[in-house]
Nanobody, 123 residues
């Protein structure tokens, strides 16, 4: 089956770090840009970060800029999100998803989704 499989997530204290991974199964992730979406309780889904097909372009939402780093290893068919200096407001379910590009238009037309993983930042 064509799918994205996520790993990582969990509970951390404010200021802590987590690393999320997204692995493609049944297709080449290199053909797609990949975004990390998140949805917190009572809030709309947002794109926290996105990486282009080659990895040469990366985009971050302002609130995570300087704290999150998105990367990819096309040889391993994976995309990762390193989250440092985590804040309680980062608490959300995080999803990776494959798109044609990191444009706003492409971020609304997604081909494959990961199953989601909970990230909770709390003291």
């Amino acid at each position: 089956q064509l799918q994205l499989v996520q790993s990582g997530g969990g509970l951390v204290q404010p200021g802590g770090s987590l690393r999320l991974s997204c692995a493609a199964s049944g297709f080449s992730l290199a053909a797609y840009a990949v975004g990390w979406f998140r949805q917190a309780p009572g809030k709309e889904r947002e794109v926290s970060s996105c990486i282009s097909t080659s990895g040469d372009f990366k985009k971050y939402e302002d609130s995570v800029k300087g704290r999150f780093t998105i990367s990819r290893d096309n040889a391993k068919n994976t995309v990762s999100l390193q989250m440092n200096s985590l804040k309680p407001e980062d608490t959300a379910v995080y999803y990776c998803a494959a798109a044609l590009s990191c444009t706003s238009y492409s971020m609304r037309s997604l081909y494959y989704w990961g199953q989601g993983t909970q990230v909770t930042v709390s003291s």
